[in-house]
């Protein structure tokens, strides 16, 4: 009989079991309880992680296990805040956010270069140095506004943006100013330093998005994908750090890169966001809290005077570049308050700045204590600011958010174009190969507002003898299909039908359940050229909803471009707005860029959507349908192609459509491609569609 043998209670709690129960009530309770009176639960994380501290209670200390999860934590921030960003806001506001940039970089690095000097009687290098950490911010009430849904909000993008060229900018300052404490800076240093930083932003900007799409394409297995992920993220890392930089920088270029891989609307950005809001990035923020000793605060005047100094300064350098890009670019003032929240916390670049300058040993006195570039007094001060910054950013940013995401929603609950649509899709599915790509499929394509709306339909039509068989394959392949949907957090209905025809089964479900969209799927394996089958003439003939035809030869999240192909007329039909709809939002929640394919009084209408609803696109005239072959040599390997159909008797009808499927199948059996049906007839479901734009809003 084995010995029992009690916990360890004894301070610091060294039982890692009791250690990880202890954080785990932390981040499950801390954010509830001070909730209440109105602290945010980011702020709640940092004091919680004060108080438990080895300066607080000595519950646990801030050891390995601690700061790598930390680390974890403020990598998974900045990676997150890349892999969200909207690329064609981003490229739209570059300027921008390169003005923001220079603007929060120059601003605290005046103010703290002559608050060195002038009030901390500090020399030019410590000086510069001291000002370098009030440039530099950490984005940790990001969060915040990933919670409230704004992050696409163009205060964010800017700021985010910029927080790269501050932060690099910064950090570019530390690492010539250690440089110049040792005497290393010479012409050599300056090439390697170019060199570093060229060959850092390529092989993540360039390859990392190539050796991404070759895995999402060849690997499907939802463990192996997020696997991948992370390690995309810590090799980002490693090559900044290799590069002279901070991490910090590598891990948001590695979610810039992979931002066009992982759709917002995929089950893979699901995971990602999940596991960093419950474990990783909450162990980052109770890990800031433990840096933070109040003792220090009453060693000595200096100590005191150092903080304070560095906490206003920094505050106030922080106001001004937010006010400064408010009036610049005539934001509102809950905008001011996103970029100020967003930009004035600091933590991760600052604690770099600090510790490097703190080891960094200049001389010694002539007792033989050692001369530091940054005293004692700075790095105590330092954790004050990182406090009372990060309080400051914390209120500020859950303000600002708040009043964007009420007014939001005021805005979408007042737009009677978006409530003229009942948005109901439904999803036939019958092969196990083609079930996960429809079900992504159709939760790309429907409008974020609506969270239900999905049917999955498998039909049996097998004798009654192997009822059995099918129908437990039936029911498995439609629970496949509402666990795929519900790791996107969209509700999916699962339909069982028995019927000995197929589309017969389809068109009552699309009637008794009121469908406004259909969602057909082909086995990437089938042959094209007979197209369409007798099943899906009859479906395409019997309904007069928005019908998509889609083959997956590769996964949506790898597309590069879409290649869309609109017939003359096409905006004239009923349904032009509906299948607009779709295509947009395929372009948004896969932050692919559109290619449209059109006539130029189609492309006019397009346009003057597209002004109102900016996406990533381009518009090219096509006239002719009798010279649809000319179009495949645009296609390239990862275009997915959408060609708008017509029913026949449509007033965009052309006899050459009948021949695309053919075209597709011989010329582009590499490409997956959607054939898009509109809706070509009065039905009573679909609302008021005579404004396109009100839709697509």
């Not at 009690?6 to 909730?35: G, H, R």
């Not at 999860?69 to 960003?85: D, K, N, P, Q």
């Amino acid at each position: 009989m084995l010995p029992l043998t009690l916990p360890d209670f004894t301070l610091p709690l060294t039982d890692p079991v009791l250690k990880f129960l202890l954080i785990l009530i932390i981040i499950l309770f801390a954010p509830l309880v001070l909730n209440k009176i109105r602290i945010p639960s980011l702020l709640g994380l940092i004091i919680a992680g004060a108080v438990v501290g080895p300066f607080g209670f000595n519950l646990i200390e801030r050891d390995s296990s601690i700061i790598m999860s930390g680390t974890v934590g403020l990598l998974y921030i900045m990676f997150l805040a890349g892999l969200e960003i909207d690329i064609a806001d981003f490229k739209k506001n570059s300027w921008r956010s390169l003005i923001f940039g220079l603007y929060t970089f120059c601003i605290p690095m005046g103010i703290g270069i002559a608050a060195g000097i002038y009030l901390l009687d500090f020399n030019i290098l410590t000086s510069i140095l001291l000002a370098s950490m009030f440039a530099s911010h950490t984005l940790i009430t990001y969060p915040i506004i990933s919670k409230l849904g704004v992050q696409k909000n163009p205060a964010v993008t800017i700021t985010v943006g910029g927080t790269m060229i501050t932060d690099t900018l910064a950090l570019l300052v530390l690492t010539i100013i250690v440089g110049l404490s040792a005497g290393s800076v010479d012409n050599s240093f300056w090439i390697r330093l170019g060199i570093s930083l060229v060959l850092f932003a390529s092989i993540i900007l360039i390859l990392f998005p190539l050796l991404g799409r070759w895995f999402f394409k060849r690997f499907h297995d939802n463990v192996s994908q997020y696997i991948f992920v992370l390690a995309i993220v810590f090799l980002g890392a490693f090559l900044a750090s290799a590069a002279g930089i901070e991490p910090i920088i590598g891990a948001f270029l590695a979610g810039l890169s992979m931002n066009r891989l992982i759709p917002r609307t995929s089950p893979l950005m699901n995971r990602i966001e999940f596991v960093g809001n419950a474990i990783f990035i909450p162990f980052f923020l109770i890990g800031v809290g433990m840096l933070i000793d109040y003792r220090a605060f009453f060693k000595d005047f200096e100590t005191i005077k150092v903080a304070l100094v560095m906490t206003v300064v920094a505050t106030v350098a922080k106001f001004l570049a937010a006010y400064a890009t408010q009036k610049s670019f005539k934001y509102s003032i809950d905008q001011r308050r996103l970029i100020f929240g967003l930009s004035n916390a600091q933590a991760a670049a600052t604690l770099a700045a600090v510790m490097v300058g703190y080891n960094v040993i200049t001389g010694h006195t002539e007792t033989g204590e050692p001369i530091r570039l940054l005293n004692e007094s700075v790095l105590n001060g330092t954790i004050l600011m990182i406090l009372i910054t990060c309080t400051i950013a914390s209120f500020v940013t859950q303000r600002g958010a708040r009043n964007i995401a009420l007014l939001e929603t005021h805005e979408s609950n007042s737009d009677s174009g978006k409530d003229a649509l009942d948005e109901r899709i439904l999803i036939p599915v019958s092969h196990p190969e083609t079930a996960e790509e429809l079900v992504h499929l159709s939760v790309t394509v429907k409008s974020k507002h609506n969270r239900n709306g999905l049917y999955a339909l498998h039909v049996v039509t097998n004798d009654r003898a192997s009822n059995d068989t099918a129908d437990r394959q039936g029911r498995r392949l439609l629970e496949k299909s509402v666990m795929t949907a519900a790791a996107t957090d969209s509700v999916m209905q699962e339909l069982l039908r028995y019927d000995s025809d197929t589309a017969n089964a389809i068109i009552s479900i699309i009637h008794e359940q009121k469908i406004s969209d259909l969602i057909l799927g082909l086995d990437p394996r089938d042959d094209t050229s007979h197209f369409p089958s007798a099943t899906t003439e009859t479906i395409l003939t019997r309904n007069n909803i928005t019908t998509l035809i889609y083959k997956p030869v590769q996964p949506l999240s790898t597309a590069q471009r879409l290649l869309v192909f609109v017939p003359e007329r096409a905006e004239y039909e009923l349904g032009f707005a509906l299948w607009m709809l779709k295509v947009w939002n395929m372009g948004r929640n896969t932050n692919t860029k559109v290619v449209f394919y059109a006539p130029a009084h189609t492309l006019e209408r397009i346009r003057a959507i597209h002004a109102q609803n900016p996406i990533e696109a381009e518009f090219n005239e096509f006239n002719d349908w009798n010279d649809f072959l000319i179009l495949f040599r645009e296609i390239k390997a990862n275009d997915i192609i959408l060609a708008v159909m017509s029913r026949r008797g449509g007033l965009s009808y052309d006899k050459n459509m009948n021949a695309v499927p053919e075209y597709l199948n011989k010329y582009a059996h590499d490409n997956s491609f959607i054939l898009i049906y509109p809706l070509q007839q009065n039905d009573p479901h679909t609302g008021d569609l005579n404004n396109p734009s009100l839709l697509l809003g």
